[in-house]
């Protein structure tokens, strides 16, 4: 396990790279001609699929390891278990943590390093079809679950097309170009999981509530990504369901012809909304542990969270928000420096490392088109252009949501920039729409002036 980059993956990548080249090379002619937003189809695999490669030889090469290496490890002990005790090896894919089951391991299979840690330890689980697809070769893992996770982002892609066919080309910026979203979502680490997860679920909520299309089809999906995402990080599990039924409140608001009934309806459908999320807090949070059981209990991780990030074995690449009560009020008293440290540190100036500086220098471009965007509505505008659309609505709610939970529980700029992509590819499709919409309705109003 110590060499990862051998003969190996010499001869595996190249093939595997092919494999996929025609596969989706397939995928994109057959149906370009009716959808010609497949033109995207290739090329976002393939950035995806390089930076992949890309992260592996930063990690491997420059920083001599790290997680990544310490996830593949226990994809590595799982499958080495599977020639062992066939019925241990589904015990492990399926979440088994007792002791029983890590007593089997032994030297012919080696230890998984995260075995302890049950949200670290699912991404080995859910890596093992990639690693034995891969063909036990680490690069090859990457290039194989890159293609196959590929997939969730394509499927939200398609679903922004369904919602605004006209934006497909910003929206392809959105979405596939993002530096900091394509690199940390493309290692093996739980950010691509966690992701996928998020992007998935949003379009099982589309098509289950929105345009109610394969109904039964897509609540399994739900599940089956809200049960990845939970796995890993509970917290991206609450406000994904929290925006879905956002999303899905408003657009029955909207949905209303009738303004005075809008009015009525209102607070009944908030109301509604509220109790559904409590119930799912409760029914899942002693899943998750006693950490996610009840608003306090959660409110209580994010203090003990952000205090021990603060101290110093994180080293010189650690930053502090200031300190803060566990209550309501005293979270809430962090939100502006919590949402700020969320979407727009580090700073340039706070840049520590050729990778932390590159994601200063995009923060400062997620700011700069975030001001041109409040430029374009003239800032009181902002608000009608939220609300024009429930979807770009829950968005917004969902990054500024995840954005204010990372900055808050996060005070190290390397955790940061990983666990904010969502934040960056949610907010870069929600300025993408509203500049696109604002410059069309500007094109519109100076046609309608000349005629």
């Given amino acids: 396990m110590n060499n990862l980059i051998n003969i190996q993956d010499i001869l595996i990548v190249p093939v595997l ?36 490669l890309f992260f592996a030889g930063v990690y491997l090469l420059y920083y001599g390891g790290g997680d990544t290496v ?9 499958v080495g278990m599977l020639s062992k005790d066939f019925i241990t090896f589904f015990k492990l894919i399926f979440g088994n943590h007792s002791l029983e089951v890590y007593s089997m391991f032994d030297r012919t299979t080696g230890w998984p390093p995260y075995f302890r840690d049950t949200n670290a330890f699912a991404v080995s689980r859910f890596n093992v079809p990639f690693y034995i697809l891969g063909f036990g070769s680490y690069l090859g893992n990457t290039v194989i679950m890159n293609f196959i996770l590929f997939f969730g982002v394509w499927r939200f892609y398609k679903m922004l097309i369904e919602l605004f066919p006209e934006n497909e080309k910003w929206l392809a910026y959105a979405v596939f170009y993002v530096p900091s979203v394509v690199f940390w979502s493309s290692g093996i680490l739980k950010d691509g999981w966690t992701l996928t997860a998020i992007l998935f679920s949003l379009t099982n909520f589309y098509n289950i509530f929105i345009v109610k299309r394969k109904i039964f089809f897509n609540i399994l999906w739900l599940l089956f990504w809200s049960y990845i995402s939970f796995s890993i990080r509970p917290y991206m599990f609450y406000a994904t ?84 009560e566990p209550t309501i009020p005293g979270i809430l008293s962090k939100m502006p420096a919590a949402v700020t440290a969320g979407i727009f540190r580090p700073f340039i100036w706070e840049g520590n490392g050729i990778l932390m500086l590159l994601s200063g220098i995009e923060s400062l471009i997620f700011m700069i088109l975030i001001v041109y965007m409040l430029y374009k509505v003239k800032i009181i505008g902002i608000i009608p252009a939220l609300l024009k659309n429930p979807f770009i609505l829950s968005m917004f709610v969902l990054a500024v949501t995840f954005a204010f939970s990372v900055g808050l529980t996060t005070a190290n ?13 949610l907010l870069a499709v929600v300025i993408a ?9 500007s094109v519109n109003n100076n046609f309608t002036e000349k005629i």
């Fill in 17 to 52: 790279l092919l494999v996929v080249y025609f596969i989706s090379t397939r995928i994109r002619n057959k149906n370009i001609a009716d959808k010609p937003y497949y033109k995207y189809f290739r090329k976002g695999l393939f950035i995806k699929i390089f930076a992949g």
């Fill in 70 to 78: 310490y996830y593949f490890a226990g994809s590595h002990s799982i």
């Fill in 241 to 324: 369901i929290a925006s879905g039924l956002i999303w899905i409140g408003f657009n029955a608001v909207k949905s209303i012809e009738s303004s005075f009934l809008r009015t009525i309806a209102m607070p009944f459908i908030l109301l509604l909304l509220w109790t559904a999320g409590s119930v799912i807090i409760v029914k899942t949070g002693s899943v998750a542990g006693n950490r996610y059981s009840s608003i306090d209990a959660m409110l209580e991780t994010a203090y003990i969270i952000q205090d021990d990030l603060k101290k110093d074995y994180y080293g010189g690449n650690s930053f502090d928000i200031g300190s803060f």
């Fill in 413 to 425: 700029f390397g955790a940061l920039v990983r666990y904010a992509i969502p934040v960056k590819i």
């Fill in 433 to 441: 729409q509203i500049i696109f919409e604002t410059q069309k309705t």
